[in-house]
Nanobody, 119 residues
Framework: QVQLVESGGGLVQAGGSLELSCAASGGIFVVGVAGWYRQAPGKQRELVARITRTGSTNYADSVKGRFTISRDNAKNTVYLQMNSLKPEDTAVYYC?????????????WGQGTQVTVSS
């Protein structure tokens, strides 16, 4: 069974940085498009950044120029480097990936990691 395991969340002061990681494991598969979403209390889950297998990226307007998504296909890992963090970045961050396994494609989500930015 494929699993996405996130790490790297925590508490940071405004202006600080954090890097999130999301590692896929379990069986034989290929990670397709992958991305990070976030959900703040009382708000809907929103896309933060997304990256294709070949490295094309797109970002939410609110994080452009501050966050960078990247991936290491050999390690089945996706990263989110977050710089110049703001209190409004506080949320639970979720990793998402399209996993290609056998003849099918499947949606997978990580368990979420809390990011808290203090002012």
């Amino acid at each position: 069974q494929v699993q996405l395991v996130e790490s790297g969340g925590g508490l940071v002061q405004a202006g600080g940085s954090l890097e999130l990681s999301c590692a896929a494991s379990g069986g034989i598969f290929v990670v397709g498009v992958a991305g990070w979403y976030r959900q703040a209390p009382g708000k809907q889950r929103e896309l933060v950044a997304r990256i294709t297998r070949t490295g094309s990226t797109n970002y939410a307007d609110s994080v452009k120029g501050r966050f960078t998504i990247s991936r290491d296909n050999a390690k089945n890992t996706v990263y989110l480097q977050m710089n110049s963090l703001k209190p409004e970045d506080t949320a639970v961050y979720y990793c998402h990936a399209i996993i290609v396994r056998g003849t099918g494609q499947y949606d997978y989500w990580g368990q979420g990691t809390q990011v808290t930015v203090s002012s």
